[in-house]
């Protein structure tokens, strides 16, 4: 553990922190756009700078990428700090009037309106890169990047065309501070055609990337849960079984363990495909077989090797 202070707060962080995630948990509210618990800090937005004093030396830095540190003097309200976030808030206003997000920081920080004009009136995108890193860092499908440069830079699928990587999971969509990227789940869905109209089943399209991608359904209750590419994705990621993406999450039964019928002989364990099972030695005779819910796909190859019908 580290100890810092923060806004003349003595605040404990653990080794590895960043001062963001210090102030966090220590109750004091630093504003941020780009940043993300499930991503690598980027300080895109520059909106979460704090003012940092290190060897008598003071800088501006930003809170997501700068690591809380022994001894570091930090201050999240100084008025060197609010000046540069509201030049940050008028950089986006000026870019983005219309969003939701940026007007409610405008309004908490005073700023009034932009002296810039970027004839920018109906862009809804910050340029946080938030989805883009969710799809290249978490999802690994690198169906979307940054294009062009300056007032023109914008996030798109490669050519503006189709994004043939994407797999329609829909986390850029859920990382999206500003609801621009647009997910839509349809019940029914029709192809038309100079033959007549077809009528098919649930699909899930991604306007912003141009695709459309059939949704799976669940072989219990009977609904739509999740792009047909996202599961094959995941079963190529996981190795895992392909009966696994039979079942909505609802609908997936995971196994209970009686240690009073387990043998300890670790047959579960060993054909287990993802190593969801271990043995839990008590010492001596006492070995029980125990499974990190976390990582089972319930798909109960454990409960047909085990040998004493301990697994249900």
Not at 256 to 283: F, H, Q, T, W, Y
Request: overall charge negative; glycine content about 6%; hydrophobic content about 35%.
């Amino acid at each position: 553990m580290v100890t810092l202070k923060i806004n003349g707060k003595t605040v404990k962080a653990k080794e590895g922190s960043s001062v963001l995630e210090a102030a966090r948990s220590a109750g004091i509210k630093i504003p941020t756009l780009c940043y993300n618990d499930a991503l690598e800090s980027y300080g895109a937005c520059r909106l979460c700078i704090v003012e940092i004093e290190k060897n008598k030396r003071t800088t501006i830095e930003s809170s997501c990428t700068f690591p809380a540190e022994e001894g570091l003097i930090v201050k999240t309200d100084s008025p060197r700090v609010i000046e540069g976030r509201k030049l940050v808030i008028e950089l986006l206003l000026a870019r983005c009037p219309n969003v939701k997000v940026i007007q409610e920081l405008a309004q908490e920080y005073g700023v009034a309106d932009s002296s810039m004009e970027w004839n920018k009136e109906n862009e809804y995108c910050i340029l946080c890169g938030l989805c883009v890193r969710a799809c290249n860092e978490v999802v690994q499908a690198s169906a979307i990047q940054f294009a062009g440069k300056s007032a023109d830079r914008l996030v798109d699928s490669p050519f503006h065309r189709s994004a043939e990587d994407c797999i329609a999971c829909g986390s850029c969509a859920y990382v999206c501070p500003t609801g621009i990227i647009k997910k839509n789940d349809l019940e029914k869905s029709a192809v038309c055609s100079p033959d007549g109209t077809k009528e098919e089943g649930p699909k899930r399209e991604i306007l912003n990337w141009q695709v459309e991608y059939e949704l799976k359904m669940c072989n219990t209750c009977g609904n739509p849960f999740a792009p047909v590419p996202h599961l094959q994705k995941l079963e190529k990621q996981f190795h895992s079984l392909p009966q696994f993406f039979n079942l909505c999450p609802s609908c997936r039964d995971y196994i209970e363990i009686d240690e009073d019928k387990c043998l300890g002989c670790g047959s579960c364990m060993e054909n287990c495909p993802v190593g969801a099972l271990e043995l839990d030695d008590r010492g001596g005779y006492e070995k029980y077989a125990k499974v990190y819910v976390n990582n089972c796909m319930a798909c109960h190859t454990c409960e047909r090797y085990c040998p004493a019908g301990a697994i249900s």
